[in-house]
T-cell receptor, first 115, second 116 residues
């Protein structure tokens, strides 16, 4: 049973459209992340959040933006989609207690194709 | 900053054969280590994790991994591979990245093919 949900699973959209990829988790985790993964490639961190109203950019530069208004919700938005944004986007959350990391849980991903 | 190396891009094994996927990490302190599996078009599923204690950790689906500090390794093993194990496997490390934050870093992945 998934505790972190991403919608939609698949999205094909035209160039220039605005899109929002949804990510929600029911575990009460403070920390949430967005990763981008091209087919057959490694994952790259593009955004993360350590709590409500906290967002940071990751290692890989991305034209997307994120928001964190509620603990359980971490949507990613592309204001104007381009073919170069075609990729899989994975959302994750994690729990920490002091310096102890209790692991990361990933959603099933959104496979985005921009035509 | 931490890093993860998975030396094997693609491994092919016969069904029923044993499997070992290699993972080496670079991190100055005791790392948190993970193995994830990703089936085509799917998200990542956690197989197992190491935080401390016993260096041999058991995971789901019959997988295990051994943490060897002297070799900076965390290799994944399975005694008998099933066709359903064909997938991409990612090793990952969590390390302290400064300013009170921790970061999960992935290796490039190893694609496992299983032949009947």
């Amino acid at each position: 049973e998934a505790d972190i949900y991403q919608t939609p699973r698949y999205l094909v959209i035209g160039t220039g459209k605005k899109i929002t990829l949804e990510c929600s988790q029911t575990m009460g985790h403070d920390k949430m992340y967005w990763y981008q993964q091209d087919p057959g490639m490694e994952l790259h961190l593009i955004h993360y959040s350590y709590g409500v109203n906290s967002t940071e950019k990751g290692d890989l530069s991305s034209e997307s933006t994120v928001s964190r208004i509620r603990t359980e919700h971490f949507p990613l938005t592309l204001e104007s989609a381009r073919p170069s944004h075609t990729s899989q986007y994975l959302c994750a959350s994690s729990a920490f207690s002091g310096t102890v990391n209790y692991g990361y849980t990933f959603g099933s991903g959104t496979r985005l194709t921009v035509v | 900053a931490q890093s993860v190396t998975q030396p094997d891009i693609h491994i092919t094994v016969s069904e029923g054969a044993s499997l070992e996927l290699r993972c080496n990490y670079s991190y100055g302190a005791t790392p948190y280590l993970f193995w994830y599996v990703q089936s085509p078009g799917q998200g990542l599923q956690l197989l197992l994790k190491y935080f401390s204690g016993d260096t041999l950790v058991q995971g789901i689906k019959g997988f295990e991994a051994e943490f060897k500090r002297s070799q900076s390794s965390f290799n994944l093993r399975k005694p008998s591979v099933h066709w359903s194990d064909a997938a991409e496997y990612f090793c990952a490390v969590v390390g302290y990245s400064g300013a009170g934050s921790y970061q999960l870093t992935f290796g490039k992945g190893t694609k496992l093919s299983v032949i009947p």
